[in-house]
């Protein structure tokens, strides 16, 4: 069951500007997380924000949640070329046994 | 190093054959899952486990089986029952379950095709 939706579904941006990726989920959560993906390989884990915290910084990531729209956005600042990946958002459902639930995911272009 | 090992990266597997994909942790962690990937897919859960010996099913286990025999393992078997198995599948595991935990750790995939 779908419950992110990241939109847009493909970004391509020259190096040096921010790119901007956003999440929509459905129902209430526990708390969000974005992964990246490189062609072929694994997810890694980027950045998780809890349900009753607005906003997290890791280096030139910047993570907003606002759950009275239940979105998220996460912004790549000074992107450079090897931030070129898919990126996904995933989310944790309130409720026990709730189990992490990914989006489609966001490729992200970065052109040098 | 600390990490998830999946193999083999790439496998062929003829029509009507069972295929096993191998996952190994060395994190001690309790929990394991496995997923699938297509294109424009993203990724959906086929089974998870919490502890050894117990495992549930995920939102597409039919035609998948695994077994948690210890910790640092748990092995997923496509079955010929699986109508369309070529994909690429991801293993990972956490700490503990994720309902409200934390991150999840990925191995780097291993890509099944069928022939």
């Known amino acids: 069951s779908q419950q992110g939706e990241e939109d847009p579904q493909a970004l391509s941006i020259q190096e040096g500007e921010n790119a901007t990726m956003n999440c929509s989920y459905k129902?209430?959560?526990?708390?969000l997380q974005w992964y990246r993906q490189n062609s072929g390989r694994g997810l890694v884990h980027l950045i998780l924000i809890r349900s009753n915290e607005r906003e997290k910084h890791s280096g030139r990531l910047r993570v907003t949640l606002d759950t009275s729209k239940k979105s998220s956005s996460l912004l790549i600042t000074a992107s450079r070329a090897a931030d070129t990946a898919s990126y996904f958002c995933a989310t944790v459902p309130t409720g026990a046994n709730s189990k992490l639930t990914f989006g489609k995911g966001i490729t992200l272009s970065v052109r040098p | 190093d600390g990490g998830i090992t999946q193999s083999p990266k790439y496998l062929f597997r003829k029509e009507g054959q069972n295929v096993t994909l191998s996952c190994e942790q060395n994190l001690n962690h309790d929990a394991m899952y496995w997923y699938r990937q297509d294109p424009g897919q993203g990724l959906r859960l086929i089974y998870y486990?919490?502890?050894?010996?117990?495992?549930q099913k995920g939102d597409i286990a039919e035609g998948y089986s695994v077994s948690r025999e210890k910790k640092e393992s748990f092995p997923l078997t496509v079955t010929s029952a699986q109508k369309n198995p070529t994909a690429f599948y991801l293993c990972?595991?956490?700490?503990?379950?994720?309902?409200?935990?934390?991150?999840?750790?990925f191995g780097e995939g291993s890509r099944l095709t069928v022939l």
């Open positions: 486990s919490q502890i050894v010996n117990d495992f």
């Open positions: 129902t209430s959560i526990n708390n």
């Open positions: 990972a595991s956490s700490t503990r379950f994720s309902g409200g935990a934390g991150e999840l750790f």
